[in-house]
Every structure is written in C-alpha cells, then in structure tokens.
C-alpha cells in the first residue's frame, strides 16, 4: 500500500465514522469534525501538505513516486 491509498482509506473511513457518530448522537460536534477533514483534504490539495502522510512514512510506506522509482532500477 501506498501512501496516498492509505491516506484515501484513512479519509474515507474516518468520514464515515463521523458521518454515522453524527446520525447516533446528533448535537453536531461530529459535523466540524467531518468539515475539518474536508477541509484538510482540500487544502492538501493545493499545498502538497498533509499530516498524516508524515505518519504513514514513518510506518514504513512508501508514496507512489517513490515506489515506482524502486520498480525501475531493477
């Protein structure tokens, strides 16, 4: 895996955690959760900057790039 399919995934079901602790608990407190993490995806967007991707290449990911740069060499 790499890290921008795991940063998908980790987007994907974190909205979707929210999205239902919203429906469970309706007080709204979930919705700026869901909003801030379109947020980031957005700004990522533009500035190349994205936390967690600095996790996931301490976990030992590798991005796309980089991988298929490995492939190539050999």
């Given at each position: 895996?790499?890290?921008?399919r795991a940063?998908f995934?980790m987007?994907?079901?974190?909205?979707?955690l929210?999205?239902g602790l919203?429906?469970?608990?309706?007080a709204?407190?979930?919705q700026?959760?869901?909003?801030?993490?379109?947020?980031?995806m957005i700004q990522?967007?533009?500035t190349?900057?994205?936390?967690?991707?600095?996790l996931?290449?301490?976990?030992?990911?590798?991005?796309?790039?980089?991988?298929?740069?490995?492939?190539?060499k050999?």
């Amino acid at each position: 895996m790499t890290i921008e399919r795991a940063l998908f995934l980790m987007a994907g079901v974190m909205v979707f955690l929210t999205t239902g602790l919203a429906m469970l608990y309706p007080a709204g407190y979930w919705q700026w959760f869901t909003l801030f993490i379109g947020f980031n995806m957005i700004q990522s967007t533009f500035t190349g900057f994205c936390p967690p991707s600095y996790l996931f290449k301490a976990m030992g990911l590798k991005s796309t790039e980089d991988k298929y740069k490995i492939e190539s060499k050999d």
